[in-house]
């Protein structure tokens, strides 16, 4: 079953998906949002790749160098043995900053034997909307397109460039490498000054995982989730990324295709969360920066969504000319949904603000700034929180009262009025403690069914909605409260299939949901676990792991019957939500906490 099986490597800058069989299928460059270079993800026969093609009956195995983005895909038929280590290059300069170029090196590397191997080097640049023309130069392949824009890529080797460009038949008796550059080398590459990089940043990643904690259960998973959304930074501004991907369908052959190159101030405030309770407070200073970028004026109002380089505007058009995932039309680049009102964020934002004011109080700058922010988003709650939105899902037609949306108002004031009592300012509280209660008054008076026993998706309706059911992460309710336990009860009958959740049932602007949301099935079972079901949610938990693909990665969806992943890959939401299901499960050990300690 084709499963995504899709590895990421990437730098903090950009990031490329290559297959179980070491095929390098998807990659923008010189950055996350760019066009592609490598798009047969998108269009098998038009898009692009970069494809390593064993001679003889090989076995193909591929697993990450141990807490590294480094991907080794080994190629074996008996004695003849060669590895491909791919990997973007990331570690620290001599000035303190880190190196992170637009280039992806795969280092093949010998181990015995004489394995014989042809590559398919096939870039197309610009999505692939006009021709790539090659030419071999003294040092170098470039590639180029000029029929749309103007763009070029450059290949290094230690292999004969004529013979790569021709298919030919490697011999391969010693390491040697392959070298994608967005820009032309200064200094020429060779084998050994490749290997270095490859030491260096296996380096870089051992050290960046061995300051998450290591916890007693589910370590493995969770370090290669925050690993996974550490890939999804973009460093130079501090956005964090949806996905790597854009187009990859939530059903196949349906039309909910999306680009996910963007930052989703929820998606991205959730994920930095999580990254700064495993530690990694460069992250979300690196995030609030963003953010306070962002909003130069008190009055402003939040977009929903950021270009990665702080861009406002992410007008959405179609790649009509690529055939779309198996044949999922359309390719979209950019996303309609920047201009969205979802009054949520707010809450999202405050939430975030806090935690890390209370985790690196003595480490925060901008403090005015953040208050300032504080303020900011407490008049724009308290003006608008009464107004309908599109809520979490990005619903596209009327505006409603959604449950979620109104719950993080509820937040935003929360977190806010802590934050106020953090800084001794005390001068607002009064009015903002009134404010808190009447939104949580409003939520318990107009979100309850009583028919159905549940807390439901908006104002007045019937309908049942997963998102609900951060209602106790985020502390509107108890988690033994029997309201919240009849919802989390009444969302297992309404929602579930086969252990997966839907993330609503009612039909939306295409139609009725037929994939699960698999972030809601994460939250249903952080929710099982909190209202006492902790076995049930443990073992639900083990399996919805067996579904990752084979190197343990999540895409947005899982689809019910077969229980293929899909959408787009790799999902931050998905790994963040795993990290908090596993942490549930497991704690520090004690002699760690002891080490921490003394440190």
């Known amino acids: 079953m084709d499963n995504l099986n899709y590895g990421i490597i990437g730098n903090c800058r950009s990031a490329a998906l290559i297959s179980k069989e070491g095929s390098i299928d998807w990659c923008c460059l010189p950055q996350f949002d ?61 000035n303190g900053k880190y190196k992170a170029q637009p280039e992806i090196i795969r ?26 023309k090659h030419y071999v130069k003294e040092d170098f392949i470039a590639s180029l397109t000029q029929k749309i824009k103007y763009d070029t890529l450059f290949l ?46 296996k380096v870089y990643w051992l050290d960046w995982a061995a300051k998450t904690p290591h916890y007693q259960k589910f370590k493995d998973e969770i370090i290669r989730s925050a690993i996974t959304l550490k890939m999804l930074t973009y460093d130079k501004t501090g956005a964090v990324l949806a996905a790597a991907t854009t187009s990859l369908p939530e059903t196949i052959g349906e039309v909910r295709n999306w680009d996910y190159r963007f930052c989703w101030i929820r998606d991205a405030s959730m994920v930095i969360k999580v ?7 460069n992250s979300a200073k690196r995030y609030l920066q ?35 995932y198996k044949g999922s039309k359309p390719v979209r680049v950019g996303n309609a949904a920047y201009m969205q009102k979802q009054n949520d964020i707010y809450g999202i934002l405050m939430d975030v603000i806090y935690e890390q004011l209370r985790n690196f109080s003595n480490d925060i700058e901008n403090v005015e700034e953040l208050w300032n922010i504080t303020k900011g988003i407490v008049w724009i709650v308290g003006k608008h929180w009464e107004e309908p939105d599109k809520g979490i899902w990005e619903f596209r037609g009327d505006d409603r009262h959604f449950t979620f949306s109104k719950v993080l108002c509820w937040v935003a004031l929360d977190r806010a ?152 890959f790799p999902q931050a939401y998905s790994h963040l939500a795993l990290i908090e299901c596993a942490i549930n499960f497991s704690s520090k050990q004690k002699d760690e906490q002891i080490l921490e300690s003394i440190k």
């Not at 306070?292 to 861009?311: A, F, S, T």
């Open 34 to 94: 760019s066009t592609s270079v490598f798009a047969k993800l998108l269009d098998e026969q038009k898009g692009g790749s970069f494809e390593v093609i064993p001679q003889g009956n090989y076995t193909i195995e591929q697993e990450y160098f141990r807490y590294t983005a480094i991907l080794i895909t080994r190629f074996s038929e008996g004695d003849n043995v060669f590895e491909v280590h791919d990997f973007m290059p990331r570690h620290h300069k001599m």
């Open 107 to 132: 280092y093949v590397k010998y181990i015995s034997g004489k394995p014989k191997f042809a590559v398919k080097y096939d870039p197309k640049l610009e999505y692939a909307m006009g021709k790539t």
């Open 156 to 201: 290094y080797t230690s292999f004969d460039k004529e013979r790569i460009l021709a298919g030919d038949v490697i011999s391969l008796e010693e390491d040697g490498y392959f070298l994608i550059c967005y820009n032309e080398k200064i200094l020429k590459p060779t084998t050994d000054s490749m290997g270095l990089e490859l030491e260096r940043t």
């Open 275 to 281: 990254v700064s309770e495993l530690g990694h407070k």
């Open 290 to 324: 963003f953010i306070i970028d962002l909003m130069p004026d008190k009055d402003e109002k939040l977009q929903i969504m950021y270009g990665i380089n702080k861009e406002k505007k992410l007008t959405e058009k179609a790649l009509d000319h690529l055939d779309g």
């Open 417 to 568: 009025i802590k934050v106020a009592k953090m800084f001794g300012k005390t001068r607002k509280l009064e009015r903002w403690t009134a404010l808190e209660q009447e939104i949580k008054e409003d939520i318990h008076k107009n979100a309850w069914n009583s028919d159905i026993n549940a807390f439901v998706q908006s104002y007045g309706s019937r309908h049942l909605d997963a998102s609900v059911l951060l209602m106790e992460p985020y502390g509107f309710i108890h988690a033994r409260d029997p309201k919240y336990v009849s919802t989390v009860k009444a969302i297992e009958d309404g929602l579930s299939n086969d252990g997966l959740l839907y993330r609503y049932k009612n039909e939306d602007d295409f139609g009725l949901p037929s994939s699960s949301f698999t972030i809601c099935t994460f939250w249903f079972i952080n929710a099982l676990y909190k209202i006492g079901e902790e076995q049930k949610a443990l073992e639900q938990f083990e399996r919805l792991l067996s579904y990752s693909n084979h190197l343990g990665l999540f895409s947005e969806d899982i689809d019910f019957k077969t229980k293929r992943l899909l959408g787009n």
